[in-house]
């Protein structure tokens, strides 16, 4: 059974920083694909970052440059550190885990940016 966890949301002000925590279990995250995804009340999911098994990533646009996701094999755990928050940012963020066509997601953190 897979589980991730996700964790460190919170609020924050603009400017400031986070880093979230994707917990796994049930998967090895070196070996799939992983990504942590946002959504905001009325919008759809989006895509913020993402890594390959290869260790390859890619980055939405209104992230690159601030947003870097990263993993550690030996605590299989993904992460997302985001700098230089702003208000745009506020949303739920979730992590997800794709191996063998099936998908597999947190509940998700809240992330508010305000002052």
């Known amino acids: 059974q897979v589980q991730l966890v996700e964790s460190g949301g919170g609020l924050v002000q603009p400017g400031g920083s986070l880093r979230l925590s994707c917990a796994a279990s049930?998967?090895?995250?070196?070996?799939?694909?992983m990504g942590w995804y946002r959504q905001v009340p009325g919008k759809q999911r989006e895509s913020v970052a993402l890594?390959?098994?290869?260790?390859?990533?890619s980055y939405a646009d209104n992230v690159k440059g601030r947003f870097t996701i990263s993993r550690d094999n030996a605590e299989n755990t993904l992460y997302l550190q985001m700098n230089s928050l702003n208000p745009e940012d506020t949303a739920v963020y979730y992590c997800?885990?794709?191996?063998?066509?099936?998908?597999?997601w947190g509940q998700g953190t809240q992330v508010t940016v305000s002052p």
């Open positions: 997800t885990a794709h191996k063998n066509s099936l998908a597999f």
């Open positions: 049930g998967i090895i995250i070196s070996t799939g694909f």
């Open positions: 890594i390959t098994s290869s260790g390859i990533t």
